[in-house]
C-alpha cells in the first residue's frame, strides 16, 4: 500500500460536520471573536496586560479605561460593523445584477457616497465629529451613483460586461468631481484623504452607536430578499418566468446595498476591495444559498476589516521605525486595498493558465 493510501483520514462524522453550515459559520464566529481580541489589544500607548486588567475590570488607571473602553473598544465595533456592511452590499449588488466583478468599488456606489461626504464636508454640512449628517450625505451620494450608472447602462442593464464597463465609468466620474471638491475646498485635505483611503481613527461610540442599528436595519432587509436574489443570479427570464416583479426586486436590492454601503463609507471611508472579494469566499465557503452565504458574507466582511486594522496597528509602529519616522500610522484602506489586488491580480492570472 501507498502511503497515501495508509494516510489516516478524519472520521467520517468529522467529515460531514465540517459540510454543515451551521459548523462552518460557528467556526467563522470563532474566527470573529480572535480578530476582535486582536483589535483591543493592538495599538501604541497601553501594554497587552493592561489592556486585559481593564476588560476584567481589574484596572484602576483612569487614562488606561479610557483608551480601552472609549477609543479601542467603539473603534473595533465600527470597523466589523462596516466590514460586515462592505461584504453583505457586495454580494447583494453581485447578485442582483448578476455580475461578479459588481462590488460597491466598481459601481459606483462607494465613490458616489465619498462623494457625498466630501462635498458636505467642504461646504461645513458634515464631518468627523457629526457622522449622522455624514450618513445622509453618503446615502444621497451613493444613490446619484447608483442612478448614475443604471442611467448610463440604459438597455444593457442585464450584460454583466456592459454594466462592468459603466461603473467603472462612473466611478472614475465621481472620483474626478470628488478631486474638483478638494480643489474648491483646499483646507478638508486631512478628511478627504480618510475618506479616499479608508481609515478606522478617532472612531467613538458615537459612531459605532450610529452605525449598528443602520446595519441591522438594511442587513435584515437584504436578507429578506434572499429569495428574489437567488432568482436574479438565475437570469431575468428564469427570475421573471418564475414570477418575480424583476424591476421590483432589482430596485429593492439597489437600495440595501447602496444604504449599506452609505453607512460603511459614513463610518470608516472608501475600503477598497472588501466588497468585491468578501462575497467569492462567501459563496465558496457557503455555497450558492443566499439565506446562509448573505450572513456568512457579513461575518466575512467583518473579520477582513477588523484582521486588516489589527494588522495595520500592528505595522504602523514597524513601518515608522523604517522610515525613521517619529509616529506613522497605516491605514486600514491602504492594507485592505494592497492585499485584495494582490489577491484579484492572482485569481486572474490563475483562471488566464488554467484557460
Do not use: K, Y
Not at 48 to 71: C, F, K, Y
Not at 98 to 105: F, I, K, M, T, Y
Amino acid at each position: 500500500m501507498s502511503a497515501v493510501e495508509t494516510a489516516p483520514r478524519p472520521p467520517a462524522p468529522a467529515r460531514r460536520a465540517l459540510r454543515v453550515p451551521g459548523v462552518r459559520m460557528g467556526l467563522l464566529g470563532l474566527l470573529v471573536a480572535a480578530v476582535a481580541c486582536a483589535g483591543l489589544f493592538a495599538g501604541r500607548g497601553v501594554a497587552p496586560e493592561d489592556v486585559r486588567a481593564v476588560l476584567l475590570g481589574a484596572s484602576a488607571d483612569p487614562t488606561t479605561e479610557h483608551i480601552v473602553l472609549r477609543l479601542r473598544l467603539p473603534r473595533v465595533l465600527v470597523a466589523l460593523v462596516a466590514g460586515a456592511c462592505l461584504g453583505v452590499a457586495g454580494l447583494v449588488l453581485q447578485s442582483a445584477l448578476r455580475n461578479p466583478l459588481a462590488g460597491p468599488e466598481v459601481t459606483g456606489v462607494t465613490p458616489g457616497a465619498v462623494l457625498g461626504a466630501v462635498t458636505a464636508t467642504g461646504l461645513g454640512l458634515a464631518g468627523w465629529d457629526s457622522p449622522a449628517a455624514v450618513v445622509v450625505a453618503a446615502c444621497l451620494g451613493g444613490f446619484a451613483g447608483a442612478g448614475l450608472l443604471w442611467l448610463l447602462a440604459g438597455r444593457d442593464r442585464g450584460d454583466p460586461e456592459q454594466t462592468a464597463v459603466h461603473g467603472v465609468l462612473v466611478s472614475a466620474v465621481l472620483a474626478g468631481l470628488t478631486a474638483v471638491v478638494l480643489l474648491v475646498a483646499p483646507g478638508e485635505l486631512g478628511s478627504v484623504v480618510q475618506w479616499l483611503i479608508g481609515s478606522t481613527e478617532g472612531r467613538v461610540w458615537q459612531h459605532g452607536n450610529l452605525l449598528w442599528p443602520w446595519a441591522a436595519f438594511w442587513g435584515a432587509a437584504a436578507w429578506l430578499l434572499a429569495g428574489p436574489l437567488t432568482l436574479l443570479r438565475c437570469g431575468d427570464e428564469q427570475a421573471s418566468a418564475a414570477g418575480l416583479a424583476i424591476g421590483r426586486g432589482r430596485g429593492a436590492a439597489l437600495v440595501c446595498a447602496v444604504a449599506l454601503t452609505a453607512g460603511a463609507v459614513s463610518a470608516v471611508g472608501a475600503l477598497g476591495f472588501v466588497g468585491l472579494l468578501v462575497p467569492h469566499l462567501a459563496l465558496a465557503v457557503f455555497g450558492a444559498d443566499l439565506r446562509i452565504a448573505l450572513p456568512g458574507a457579513a461575518l466575512l466582511g467583518a473579520a477582513v476589516v477588523c484582521g486588516a486594522d489589527a494588522a495595520a496597528q500592528l505595522l504602523s509602529p514597524l513601518l515608522a521605525a523604517a522610515f525613521g519616522a517619529d509616529r506613522l500610522t497605516l491605514p486600514v484602506g491602504a492594507l485592505t486595498t494592497c492585499v485584495g489586488a494582490g489577491l484579484l491580480l492572482a485569481v486572474a492570472r490563475r483562471r488566464a493558465d488554467e484557460r
